[in-house]
């Protein structure tokens, strides 16, 4: 049909240019105050091709509306995605935090046992160092190995000495004591004292090594409570 501005055409016509419904094209005819006749709005060609434009900037409107919802659901879509990301990554830090506190738990009570089983160690060994040098200062104070023999020696030479007329110094038994007591320790307690300063250097050691754990067992047991950082 061919469309002349000067016509006029019924609401029927008008729909074979534009795809509007009658409701849309009679509010159109009222709100531009077109003829009606017979109860019927004309719409001349000039209405229908203004008409027509309309139609043509709600349709482009209308495809970029869609146009717009398309990227806006795209967008949602990919971040769905990327939360969805995010949470599992989130749960996967969580789980591995929680794996490491485990481990950083069990590896600080494995110290702490370790220690605990040294220190019992060491206090041990300290008891028995303690028992040996009690034992060996006992034996210090003890007679002296050989004394039987040099006194029996002293007799002789007494002996002898008045066989031949000589004068002879009778010792009193302070004087003999302390005679036997220094030839008898020189070499004897010589010996034994070296090896009691051995000794006590040992339980040194070990009492050095006690107050050391019980440290290193008191910073960790601290630095759990959060007390290093005060």
């Known amino acids: 049909m061919e469309l002349k501005d000067s016509s006029f055409y019924p609401i029927k016509d008008v729909q074979k240019f534009v795809n509007w419904s009658s409701k849309k094209l009679q509010r159109y005819a009222k709100k531009n105050e077109l003829k009606k006749i017979d109860g019927r709005y004309l719409f001349t060609g000039i209405h229908i091709k203004d008409i027509i434009k309309i139609n043509d900037r709600q349709t482009a409107m209308s495809r970029q509306r869609t146009g717009s919802d398309d990227k806006i659901m795209i967008l949602e879509a990919s971040l769905k995605a990327m939360t969805l990301k995010y949470e599992d990554a989130k749960v996967t830090i969580v789980k591995k935090t929680q794996y490491l506190e485990n481990e950083i738990k069990i590896l600080k ?85 070296n090896y009691l300063r051995s000794r006590v250097e040992k339980q040194d050691e070990i009492l050095t090594k006690l107050v050391n754990q019980a440290s290193e067992r008191n910073f960790i047991e601290a630095k759990d409570k959060g007390f290093d950082k005060k």
């Open 109 to 193: 009570e494995n110290i702490v046992k370790q220690i605990d089983l040294q220190v019992q160690s060491l206090e041990v060994e300290n008891e028995k160092l303690k028992e040996d040098n009690r034992k060996l200062k006992f034996e210090l104070t003890n007679e002296i190995p050989h004394q039987d023999k040099l006194k029996k020696a002293i007799q002789l030479i007494t002996l002898e000495a008045m066989d031949q007329g000589m004068q002879h110094k009778v010792f009193s038994e302070e004087e003999y004591q302390d005679l036997i007591g220094t030839i008898t320790e020189v070499d004897f307690q010589k010996e034994q004292v």
